[in-house]
């Protein structure tokens, strides 16, 4: 997890990515990368000669103005990239991140009712991504990483991914507790098939210490949001899984609810 891309387009918003991605490759003796995309949409044939209205050489120049201030005081390499493109932004984030080991991006939750029910512009950006992705809430500041909450149902799923986080808390020497949200009915079974998922997991993951929670409710991410919040560990992590496509229609992401609500930092990594 040495080399980290951070998107911004020079809001408030990517500014709290950036300084919270500065800080972390500081603690981790990582490198930052800016990218800065630039849409062509709506340019004119005359514009797209002359280039005008969306000449990148300011772009780059203030980007990397902004990469040397950020060396001088974080004392971190710091380099920038600037892409004009036709394409979505999140498609060529999710291909640039394929080359770094951490996707740092900042959320301002849903703008407005499209982005609630289709995703924020951050979550559209993750999906899509193969490399493991950091959340960070606007204004939000950085804070040593010392305990994850990692969110999994691994009593349905019969299984714990765990391979891109464990390196990612390896290297922050982090504690991890992972999270079972539950039906709020309760039997004996299931407590029993609980207890024995988790002696399994512990087992299987002998060198890579775990902590075990469980809360109850039907609502699944209104659930995780409360126990965060009540918690207040330093970081949530959740697993991104394949869906098909009938899932992705009837299947209310977890991922996507949790990315437009988050007022805390949210690592998801890819199954």
């Known amino acids: 997890m040495k080399k980290i891309l951070c998107p911004t387009d020079f809001s408030k918003t990517s500014h709290s ?18 990218l800065n995309i630039q ?11 002359t280039g005008k209205p969306f000449s990148s050489d300011s772009v780059a120049e203030s980007l990397q103005h902004q990469c040397v201030e950020i060396s001088r005081v974080f004392k971190i390499p710091c380099t920038s990239l600037v892409e004009p ?24 939750g849903a703008d407005d009712f499209y982005q609630l029910l289709f995703g924020s512009n951050t979550y559209n950006a993750l999906s899509k991504s193969h490399t493991p992705v950091l ?7 950085y804070s040593e990483i010392n305990r994850v909450v990692y969110a999994f149902d691994y009593l349905s799923e019969r299984k714990l ?28 079974v299931a407590e029993q098939d609980l207890k024995e998922m988790q ?23 209104t659930s995780i949001n409360t126990f965060i919040l009540e918690n207040k560990p330093d970081l949530l992590a959740l697993c991104l899984q394949d869906r098909n496509f009938l899932e992705n229609i009837f299947h209310r992401s977890v991922i996507k609810s949790i990315s437009a609500i988050c007022s805390y930092p949210v690592f998801v990594f890819p199954e």
């Open 17 to 34: 990515a950036i300084s919270y991605a500065a800080k972390l490759a500081q603690s981790i003796g990582g490198a930052l990368t800016l």
């Open 39 to 49: 849409t062509l949409y709506g340019a004119t044939p005359v514009e797209l000669v």
């Open 199 to 221: 002696f399994i997991l512990q087992t299987k993951n002998e060198n890579f210490p775990l902590k075990f929670e469980t809360t109850r409710s039907s609502e699944i991410a």
């Open 135 to 141: 959340i960070v809430p606007e204004s939000y500041l």
């Open 161 to 188: 991914p765990v391979a891109p986080l464990r390196k990612f808390v390896g290297i922050l020497n982090a504690e991890v507790t992972v999270l079972q949200v539950m039906e709020e009915a309760i039997s004996e």
């Open 85 to 108: 493109t036709f394409r979505k932004l999140s498609t060529v984030i999710s291909e640039r991140s394929a080359d770094f080991d951490l996707l740092v991006m900042g959320s301002n």
